[in-house]
């Protein structure tokens, strides 16, 4: 069963900044556990919000307005709204991925761990766990995935080798996690996995400079 989505991703945005009256990014998600969400920096407002307020009704859609420029008012519709959809989007999730994190020679969970501490502050709820071995060498964009539907980060087994650096798996890890993290960007109507901003998080990683660099080099 899927979700009607009447509305035009970048007219909902436009109409969500409208009905809110300030300047705002917003990023449109699949999150499995948070529906939507509003962080403030200055003056900068971020909204990070589920596919299905797409198929919501103008008054469900006044009171998401009303989060969001204050997320201490009381929202009856917009709750009820979540929790009528919320079932469908769990359905169509309800398949779980068996989690293997202990390889050869690297382990995915401590990683995955340290990962959620010390950039996500233990936001991550996704499982991780190594993929099916395909062999041979591999493209940069086949060493990890993410997929909202199971909630699940797969990193290829190719990674799993004593010549592979662990700073170098700890990346495709990090990379995976800021997937699930930020989910997939509506701009101008176009789907964006790889943003600006995605971009920008990615250079956060505090090994990114060594594992691009073993990466050219002819690591991968």
């Known amino acids: ?23 705002l990014s917003l990023v449109l998600t699949d999150n499995a556990v948070t529906m939507i969400s509003v962080r403030r920096a200055g003056k900068k407002v971020s909204v990070r919000m589920h596919h299905m307020f797409l198929a919501a009704c103008p008054a469900v859609m006044s009171e998401v307005a009303d989060f969001i420029r204050e997320t201490r008012v009381k929202t009856p519709l917009m709750r009820d709204f979540i929790k009528k959809h919320e079932g469908l989007v769990k359905k169509q999730q309800q398949r779980r991925v068996s989690c293997a994190t202990a390889g050869r020679c690297h382990d995915l969970l401590p990683v995955f761990d340290a990962i959620n501490q010390e950039y996500f502050s233990g936001g991550i709820s996704a499982g991780i766990t190594w993929g099916r071995s395909c062999g041979g060498r591999v493209r940069k964009r086949t060493l990890g995935s993410y997929s909202c539907r199971t909630n699940t980060i797969r990193i290829n087994p190719f990674l799993d080798r004593k010549r592979i650096p662990g ?32 971009r920008r998080r990615e250079r956060l990683f505090r090994h990114y400079e060594k594992a691009m660099a073993w990466e050219k080099a002819g690591g991968c």
């Open 167 to 198: 700073y170098y798996v700890a990346y495709v890890v990090y990379h995976e996690m800021l997937h699930a993290d930020m989910g997939v960007e509506e701009r101008n109507g176009r789907r964006s996995a790889h943003s600006r901003e995605f």
């Open 1 to 23: 069963m899927t979700l009607p989505f009447p509305r035009d991703a970048a007219a909902f945005v436009e109409e969500i900044r409208e009905a809110v009256g300030m300047e």
